[in-house]
């Protein structure tokens, strides 16, 4: 057994941490004070696929893919990527971008197998791509082709007359691919001229938010990845015999760290179903159900459960916790290692953590984790607008740099503006050039970081980084629409959301439902604003532009009368009724004042759809909360999203109710 496969610990070695502590003190300044700068401990140099195949030589009828009923070992896997790549044949080349429309399964998992085989860059779209953003990306980008289901694939590759299918044999059973299993195939159709290709050493390659409206990719190197596994196989004791999660959104690029880390550590993966993602109380069953004993999750959908007594029968030791602002610290109950997690696409998944345990010193203590220290391989450095490092207990910009570092995007310009050379003093080993993260942190006298906020107009929304103006751009794709300016304003509660003003084109008379159903095709769910007010223009600040100020303020205080939903608790007497309200039963009272919270706008009726509202998967498994909360029932997401309106909502809680009255219920 190589060194490689030792893993005798579930956290870094004793001279790890202590090399990590020694290299974060290094730089001072000329009065000797300490600068905000930290480097991770010495990365080590492992390949990614080659660990896989390592597994497959050591173990092959171990369980690789986990999914319900249904198992997948180690052979299985090899001996189907072996199929897709002969199915693919010469048309998918080394270097050769491929969207994948796949969701959390063990078809995503063979398919991300061949590929890395093949030499081509991995492009995760997630299993629902809005067809019109999925087709700009195919237009600013070398993809030869997609693979996925062709309902979901846009219309350039579901035609005959400009595209070529090949049907791929992937497994079809699982509980997130239904009949699409058995349906999946590689979409190949003529790139847009002046398309770019990926670079050379490209592994994978993910989308963030792009200001021109447009999604912009980001391309990562085999070696990033490679160095980010090793040190979270180490710091999660991840093995053979484990269960490792598959549940982030496959369109984020967490999703590559939970399924490259199952892959290359001889443990198995469990794709979560996809209403487990909906509901945080449905989560922790299906942790139990499932075994799972490592597990990533965005902080929104995690937050929640730490507001509740935590389940003593999970065998789940490390949650690894990251995407948004961690507000509280784990409870003493809780049984589970809880890592919180911070980095951008740009820096390869992960750049800094903090681990939390129930016998730390203040565990359930409400107030912000730090988001901790760099790991192997990343340098983080905290500078003024100039580029110095400031002195620790300063505020200033993250700057990243190290072997974690992405290639740079796809576009050339954006990545000489992003990614720039560091400031010669002080010297910074192995990191020559630095990425610019827009977040505003202050290191303390340890080398933790502390997340501040957003230095820009980017936001992030339910753990997913946000630009603004790719909001107002997809919005401004309809004809019907003249412009629109997005903002986001915080919920009494401290929630961001989006607010979308839209200024209809001259005798257009948009209404709000559609307008949200056709963003929808451009943007990721987290995007799409969860309020859209028609104006007839906007308030202007003293330069002549749109005073963005103005509109948050007005956004805040309009919905301060209506106090915001948490986790912990709704009332009855939340929000004020109105005479249309008077009529109503109940139920729909508890319903209605629960989504005018949860979305902070009065104006909401029984007749409103929840999705239609701007109801995002997050916003949905606190209002299930709140719901059983105050009415003791359990509704799922899916009960919850197939109901016509509110109306119905309320009707199926009063459904609930009678049956638990009846004799014999």
Same mark, same amino acid.
């Given at each position: 057994m190589t060194e490689t496969f030792d893993l005798p610990s579930n956290t870094l070695t004793d001279q790890a941490a202590s090399d990590r502590a020694t290299r974060s003190a290094t730089a001072t300044a000329n009065g000797g004070a300490a600068l905000s700068v930290a480097h991770g401990a010495a990365p080590a140099t492992t390949g990614v696929l080659a660990l896989f195949e390592e597994?497959?030589?050591?173990?092959?009828?171990?369980?690789?893919?986990?999914?319900?009923?249904?198992?997948?070992?180690?052979?299985?896997?090899?001996?189907?990527?072996?199929?897709?790549?002969?199915?693919?044949?010469?048309?998918v080349r080394p270097g050769d971008l491929v969207g994948v429309c796949l969701d959390r399964s063990a078809a995503l998992v063979v398919t991300a197998v061949a590929l890395a085989r093949i030499g081509a860059v991995y492009l995760p779209l997630g299993p629902r791509p809005g067809p019109r953003r999925t087709?700009?990306?195919?237009?600013?980008?070398?993809?030869?082709?997609?693979?996925?289901?062709?309902?979901?694939?846009?219309?350039?590759?579901?035609?005959?007359?400009?595209?070529?299918?090949?049907?791929?044999?992937?497994?079809?059973?699982?509980?997130?691919?239904?009949?699409?299993?058995?349906?999946v195939i590689a979409a190949f159709a003529t790139p847009g001229a002046g398309a770019r290709r990926a670079p050379g050493e490209a592994f994978y390659a993910v989308l963030t938010s792009g200001s021109t409206g447009r999604p912009k990719a980001v391309a990562v190197a085999?070696?990033?990845?490679?160095?980010?596994?090793?040190?979270?196989?180490?710091?999660?004791?991840?093995?053979?015999?484990?269960r490792q999660s598959l549940l982030i959104g496959v369109a984020f690029d967490p999703h590559l760290m939970e399924l490259w880390a199952g892959l290359t550590s001889g443990a198995a993966l469990v794709p979560a179903p996809d209403d487990v993602r909906w509901d945080s109380a449905v989560l922790t069953d299906w942790w139990r159900d499932a075994q799972v004993t490592v597990s990533v999750g965005a902080t929104p959908m995690i937050e929640p459960l730490l507001d509740r007594p935590w389940p003593q029968d999970l065998v789940l030791r490390h949650l690894v916790v990251g995407g948004d602002r961690m507000r509280r610290r784990p409870a003493g109950d809780v049984t589970a290692t809880?890592?919180?997690?911070?980095?951008?696409a740009e820096a390869t998944v992960v750049t800094t953590t903090h681990a939390m345990t129930a016998g730390d010193a203040c565990p359930g203590e409400q107030t912000p984790p730090p988001i901790g220290t760099p790991v192997p391989g990343a340098t983080v450095v905290v500078t003024d607008g100039e580029g110095h490092a400031v002195p620790r207990g300063t505020a200033g910009e993250l700057r990243i740099g190290g072997s974690c570092l992405a290639l740079g995007y796809l576009d050339p310009e954006l990545t000489a503006h992003r990614f720039t050379a560091?400031?010669?003093?002080?010297?910074?080993?192995?990191?020559?050039?630095?990425?610019?993260?827009?977040?505003?942190?202050?290191?303390?006298?340890?080398?933790?970081?502390?997340?501040?906020?957003?230095?820009?107009?980017?936001?992030?929304?339910?753990?997913?980084?946000?630009?603004?103006?790719?909001?107002?751009?997809?919005?401004?794709?309809d004809p019907s629409v003249r412009s629109a300016v997005v903002i986001a304003p915080r919920t009494p509660d401290g929630q961001t959301r989006l607010v979308a003003y839209v200024r209809p084109a001259e005798g257009a008379t948009p209404g709000t439902s559609a307008l949200l159903a056709a963003v929808r095709a451009w943007l990721?769910?987290?995007?799409?604003?969860?309020?859209?007010?028609?104006?007839?223009?906007?308030?202007?600040?003293?330069?002549?532009?749109?005073?963005? +100020? %103005?509109l948050?303020?007005? &956004?805040?205080?309009? =919905?301060?009368?209506?106090?915001?939903?948490?986790?912990? !608790? /709704?009332?009855?007497? +939340? %929000?004020?009724?109105?005479? &249309?309200?008077?009529? =109503?039963?109940?139920?729909?009272?508890?319903?209605?004042? !629960? /989504?005018?919270?949860?979305?902070?706008?009065?104006?909401?009726?029984?007749?409103?759809?929840?999705?239609?509202?701007?109801g995002t998967s997050v916003q949905a498994a606190r209002l299930l909360t709140a719901i059983e909360r105050e009415s003791s029932v359990r509704l799922r997401a899916p009960q919850l999203l197939r109901q016509p309106d509110l109306r119905a909502v309320a009707a199926l809680i009063d459904q609930r109710r009678t049956g638990a009255r009846q004799p014999g219920a």
């Open positions: 597994w497959v030589r050591r173990a092959p009828q171990a369980p690789a893919v986990i999914d319900g009923a249904h198992t997948w070992t180690y052979r299985d896997v090899d001996v189907a990527a072996t199929e897709v790549i002969a199915s693919l044949g010469d048309r087709e700009a990306v195919t237009e600013d980008l070398n993809v030869v082709c997609l693979i996925g289901d062709p309902k979901v694939l846009p219309p350039r590759h579901q035609s005959a007359d400009t595209a070529d299918h090949a049907a791929l044999p992937l497994p079809a059973e699982g509980a997130n691919t239904g009949d699409s299993g058995a349906t085999e070696a990033a990845l490679g160095t980010l596994l090793d040190w979270y196989r180490r710091e999660m004791g991840l093995g053979p015999g484990d809880v890592h919180n997690a911070y980095g951008p560091p400031h010669p003093t002080p010297e910074l080993p192995g990191a020559d050039r630095l990425y610019r993260t827009g977040d505003r942190v202050r290191m303390a006298a340890d080398g933790s970081l502390e997340f501040l906020g957003r230095l820009d107009d980017q936001v992030k929304i339910s753990g997913v980084r946000i630009e603004p103006a790719e909001v107002e751009a997809a919005f401004e794709q990721p769910e987290q995007a799409v604003p969860s309020d859209v007010r028609i104006v007839t223009g906007y308030p202007l600040d003293a330069n002549g532009k749109v005073d963005r +100020a %103005a948050a303020q007005r &956004a805040e205080t309009e =919905a301060a009368g209506t106090p915001a939903i948490t986790a912990a !608790a /709704v009332t009855a007497e +939340a %929000a004020p009724l109105t005479d &249309a309200d008077a009529d =109503a039963t109940p139920e729909e009272l508890l319903v209605l004042r !629960a /989504v005018r919270d949860l979305l902070s706008r009065p104006s909401i009726t029984l007749s409103d759809n929840f999705t239609d509202l701007g």
